[in-house]
């Protein structure tokens, strides 16, 4: 049965915040805060955190520079998952990422069409892996970002959660790559 496993130590994670917006600051950036809110009560580390531009090359740029850093073992991204024109957060992610977790967009428009409808079909919600380092990226509303945490990665990024979390995974994420 899944769940936390409370006879399971837990391991906090380094995570990494980004918002991507034309218009939000430190200050405005509801989205981003509820996603470093979370992740710090639940016991994980704020590694960094950013606002940037909806803007491919600068997307990219920073996922780089992200995912490069020792001190940092996931990302979570905000915003730019939609289907307007500046929305790039998606073909950023296809830059960076070796590999997809394709289930995660799909868990996220599920659990998104049990609130909102069939306007969960608007979000290009994703995740992937790079270099040992995993990335999310999640729509740009506070709801959303509130669904992803308290659904989907609450328990993924619990080293507790059984049957298996992505927590346990790290160590193994560059298995067979050349060092």
Known sequence: MAGIDESRKFIAVR????????????ETDTSGQVLVDRLTQAGHALAR???IKDDVQGIVSLLNELIGDPMVDVIITTGGT???????TP??????CEKKVEGFGELFRMLSYQKVGTSALQSRATAGVAKGTYLFAVPGSP????DAWDDILRYQLDARHRPCN???LIPRLNEGKPT
């Open 91 to 96: 073909e950023a992610f296809d830059q960076v």
């Open 82 to 88: 939609g289907v307007t024109g500046r929305d790039s």
């Open 15 to 26: 995570i990494a915040i980004v918002t991507m917006s034309d218009t939000r600051t430190l």
């Open 143 to 146: 709801g959303a970002c509130k």
């Open 166 to 168: 992505f927590v346990e």
């Open 49 to 51: 955190r950013h606002i």
